[in-house]
């Protein structure tokens, strides 16, 4: 189940403020470390690359308006698919 439309997104405060301060200063636009996943992308991100901590390490996105409704967390993939397990030279031996 969602979140109450009453409440609204869910914006982490300090997220925000990084990013009210980064865009007052303007210049360059560093990467902005968040361990926030659970957050809400707005529009005020569009064109700021986030670095989204995925449990190892901080993979970077670059934030833009198609992004925006949907989670940070959901473009830092916290599993890696290796493969599934396949036919290999061994196994045709056998048969």
Same mark, same amino acid.
């Given at each position: 189940?969602?979140?109450? %439309?009453? /409440?609204?997104?869910?914006? @982490?405060? /300090?997220?925000?403020? /990084?990013?009210?301060?980064? &865009?007052? %200063?303007?210049?360059?636009?560093?990467?902005?470390? &968040?361990?926030?996943?659970? &957050?809400?992308?707005?529009?005020? !991100? *569009?064109?700021?690359?986030?670095?989204?901590?995925?449990?190892? /390490?901080?993979?970077? $996105? !670059?934030?833009?308006? @198609?992004? *925006?409704? +949907?989670?940070?967390?959901?473009? $830092?993939?916290?599993?890696?698919?290796?493969? +599934?397990?396949? *036919?290999?030279? *061994?196994?045709?031996?056998?048969?």
């Amino acid at each position: 189940m969602g979140r109450s %439309l009453k /409440k609204g997104p869910y914006i @982490d405060e /300090k997220l925000l403020e /990084k990013i009210k301060k980064t &865009s007052r %200063l303007g210049g360059e636009k560093k990467p902005i470390k &968040s361990l926030s996943r659970r &957050s809400k992308i707005s529009p005020e !991100f *569009v064109g700021f690359t986030f670095l989204i901590h995925n449990g190892r /390490k901080f993979t970077p $996105a !670059f934030i833009t308006e @198609d992004m *925006v409704g +949907h989670k940070l967390g959901e473009f $830092a993939p916290t599993r890696i698919f290796r493969k +599934h397990g396949g *036919v290999t030279k *061994v196994s045709l031996e056998k048969t």
